[in-house]
């Protein structure tokens, strides 16, 4: 079983930064393809970023591509999201997901595991 735990999340006004962090326990982090997605209040989640375990391919959303950087530590089991220039409509709690494939774990239909979520809220 694969744990995901995100942290990191809080209040922020627009133009602010947060960085979002998901421990993974379980299984061999480093064969997972990592992702983050996100749902707003009343609205279906969306998917925002997503890397390859070697960690040299990533995938945005294109509401988020120049603001927002997904990295990640192997060595330490994390996965990040830098998140700069935030905008209100950034509010949402954000899911960390593990999965096989960086283009299946993107499009949602590839991820075996989900966090429990961290909720960002940006004001004007």
């Known amino acids: 079983q694969v744990q995901l735990v995100e942290s990191g999340g809080g209040s922020v006004q627009a133009g602010g930064s947060l960085r979002l962090s998901c421990a993974v326990s379980?299984?061999?982090?480093?064969?997972?393809?990592m992702g983050w997605f996100r749902q707003a209040a009343g609205k279906e989640r969306e998917f925002v970023a997503a890397?390859?375990?070697?960690?040299?391919?990533?995938v945005y959303a294109d509401s988020v591509k120049g603001r927002f950087t997904i990295s990640r530590d192997n060595a330490k089991n994390t996965v990040y999201l830098h998140m700069n220039s935030l905008k209100p409509e950034d509010t949402a709690v954000y899911y960390c997901?593990?999965?096989?494939?960086?283009?299946?774990?993107?499009?949602?239909?590839?991820?075996?595991?989900w966090g429990q979520g961290t909720q960002v809220t940006v004001s004007s």
């Open positions: 997901a593990a999965g096989r494939m960086v283009a299946t774990t993107a499009a949602g239909s590839g991820v075996d595991y």
């Open positions: 890397i390859s375990w070697s960690g040299d391919s990533t």
């Open positions: 379980g299984r061999t982090f480093s064969a997972y393809a």
